[in-house]
């Protein structure tokens, strides 16, 4: 049996106890692949996308082509349980000791009680670092799937991903920098390509978080 085969091996069994699935689609590779397995086979997906900061011109963009070419699905946007810490610590901002700190667990058990879907697809890979490898491998006896908590990719590597994206057809989404993918944050790579491509995002991040100007104003100093 194929790694394909294994995986829509799993997702079928989750299919036969619920004809409605969540899937926590970051617009990343891996979410875009897990997508494009689910879409055939459930009634209902509710995409549920985490944003940093709302609004942002070239993720809507990508929110509008995931819609058009998957017209069945729900898609909504939520803030990311990461910005609790940052809010809470005032990383950038002004800090909010009254934010109450939130795990992806959080979320995701909020999202199934709102929608009244048990099982929840995330795109995480055991290749994605120590980590992800030590916890997915505590779900393998499983299949992969803890409390309604489903990772069907868990033993794909990066080649596999890149792999059904082109016998597929799916575009490659966007990409900060060369290094491992990641969302939109405040790292470097990321507000440079903000800076370049998308200047009127960058002016937005800086409307919610004013103090992260920083970041690029330290690094074109040092250039000088």
Same mark, same amino acid.
């Given at each position: 049996?194929?790694?394909?085969?294994?995986?829509?091996?799993?997702?079928? /069994?989750?299919?036969?106890?619920?004809?409605?699935?969540?899937?926590?689609?970051?617009?990343?590779?891996?979410?875009?692949?897990?997508?494009?397995?689910?879409?055939?086979?459930?009634?209902?997906?509710?995409?549920?996308?985490?944003?940093?900061?709302?609004?942002?011109?070239?993720?809507?963009?990508?929110?509008?082509?995931?819609?058009?070419?998957?017209?069945?699905?729900?898609?909504?946007?939520?803030?990311?349980?990461?910005?609790?810490?940052?809010?809470?610590?005032?990383?950038?901002?002004?800090?909010?000791?009254?934010?109450?700190?939130?795990?992806?667990?959080?979320?995701?058990? /909020?999202?199934?009680?709102?929608?009244?879907?048990?099982?929840?697809?995330?795109?995480?890979?055991?290749?994605?670092?120590?980590?992800?490898?030590?916890?997915?491998?505590?779900?393998?006896?499983?299949?992969?799937?803890?409390?309604?908590?489903?990772?069907?990719? /868990?033993?794909?590597?990066?080649?596999?991903?890149? +792999?059904?994206?082109?016998?597929?057809?799916?575009?490659?989404?966007?990409?900060? +920098?060369?290094? /491992?993918?990641?969302?939109?944050?405040?790292?470097?790579?990321?507000?440079?390509?903000?800076?370049?491509?998308?200047?009127?995002?960058?002016?937005?991040?800086?409307?919610?978080?004013?103090?992260?100007?920083?970041?690029?104003?330290?690094?074109?100093?040092?250039?000088?």
């Amino acid at each position: 049996m194929t790694l394909q085969e294994r995986t829509y091996k799993s997702i079928d /069994a989750i299919r036969e106890k619920s004809d409605s699935a969540i899937l926590f689609c970051s617009l990343g590779k891996d979410s875009l692949v897990l997508l494009d397995m689910l879409y055939p086979k459930f009634e209902r997906i509710v995409c549920v996308f985490m944003y940093f900061v709302k609004g942002l011109e070239h993720i809507d963009r990508w929110i509008g082509w995931v819609k058009a070419r998957y017209p069945k699905i729900e898609f909504v946007e939520i803030p990311h349980w990461n910005l609790t810490y940052i809010l809470r610590s005032g990383l950038y901002c002004v800090p909010n000791p009254k934010v109450k700190l939130l795990k992806l667990a959080d979320v995701v058990k /909020a999202m199934q009680l709102k929608y009244g879907i048990h099982y929840a697809f995330l795109g995480m890979k055991k290749a994605d670092g120590m980590n992800r490898r030590l916890m997915l491998k505590g779900y393998e006896a499983n299949g992969y799937e803890n409390n309604g908590m489903c990772y069907p990719l /868990a033993d794909w590597t990066q080649k596999d991903v890149l +792999s059904y994206m082109k016998q597929h057809n799916l575009p490659e989404p966007v990409r900060y +920098s060369l290094k /491992a993918s990641s969302g939109v944050g405040f790292n470097l790579d990321c507000m440079l390509w903000l800076e370049k491509n998308y200047p009127q995002d960058l002016q937005r991040i800086y409307k919610v978080f004013p103090l992260s100007e920083r970041i690029l104003w330290e690094y074109h100093n040092k250039q000088n």
